[in-house]
């Protein structure tokens, strides 16, 4: 049996934001001189697929609670509105690998986002009729296990014929959480303690070959 049910992260799985948002988080923290230098796309590396609140207090340590509401309230909005006007990189080959996979496929996409950072995702490359359901902690405040979870739970879905595919060690952790295979992009922005772990791919196109497996080769 085939994997059917496709769930997806987002950064570092289907694109890479950084360029785009990190003008955001310069121009919002540099005007309230919470940092003195900007910072650079590749800075934000360590941070992608991490929640929001958790990165700006790394960012910026001793920052308070209410700080990090205020700040994080503007960047959100900026974000989404910036990411729905420039987009970010997409991943070579993802745009026709998702086009040919949602022929045969459910796809769903599950990240640590705010809300509408998947949606300006999906307006900006006009990839909504593409996906069945997404989810994210913006929208639920709950973990990526538990959104994972909620995917399954929405859309029927079962481990047997379902897969997450992400970049990074909580994306793992999350999959498995939920009973769910795992497939690791290697190209994304994340290490798996696991080294050379399988199933992985070095480019979103070999995804195909991957979930027409049967359930045993995952």
């Not at 796309?41 to 790394?58: H, R, S, V």
């Not at 997404?134 to 296990?145: D, L, M, N, V, W």
């Not at 050379?196 to 070999?206: E, G, L, N, R």
């Not at 995804?207 to 027409?212: A, F, G, H, P």
């Amino acid at each position: 049996m085939s994997y059917k049910n496709l769930i997806f992260d987002l950064d570092g799985t289907l694109w890479d934001p950084r360029a785009t948002i990190i003008k955001v988080w310069n121009e919002v923290l540099m005007r309230d001189d919470l940092i003195k230098k900007e910072m650079k796309p590749e800075d934000m590396n360590q941070y992608l697929g991490l929640l929001a609140d958790d990165i700006l207090k790394d960012i910026i340590p001793g920052i308070s609670d209410q700080k990090v509401k205020e700040v994080l309230s503007e960047v959100v909005q900026r974000e989404s509105k910036v990411l729905r006007l420039h987009g970010g990189i997409l991943y070579e080959g993802v745009s026709e690998t998702l086009h040919h996979l949602a022929g045969n496929h459910q796809l769903f996409i599950v990240s640590n986002c705010q809300d509408g950072y998947i949606e300006a995702f999906l307006d900006y490359y006009q990839f909504n009729d593409l996906f069945t359901d997404i989810e994210c902690y913006g929208r639920t405040q709950k973990p990526k296990s538990e959104n994972i979870r909620l995917i399954m739970e929405r859309n029927d879905l079962s481990p047997e014929n379902s897969v997450y595919i992400g970049d990074t060690q909580t994306d793992y952790n999350s999959a498995k959480a939920n009973g769910l295979p795992f497939i690791f992009c290697e190209y994304g922005f994340g290490e798996l303690s696991t080294k050379d772990y399988k199933p992985s791919v070095s480019k979103i196109s070999d995804l195909e070959s991957w979930v027409s497996s049967t359930v045993s080769k995952l």
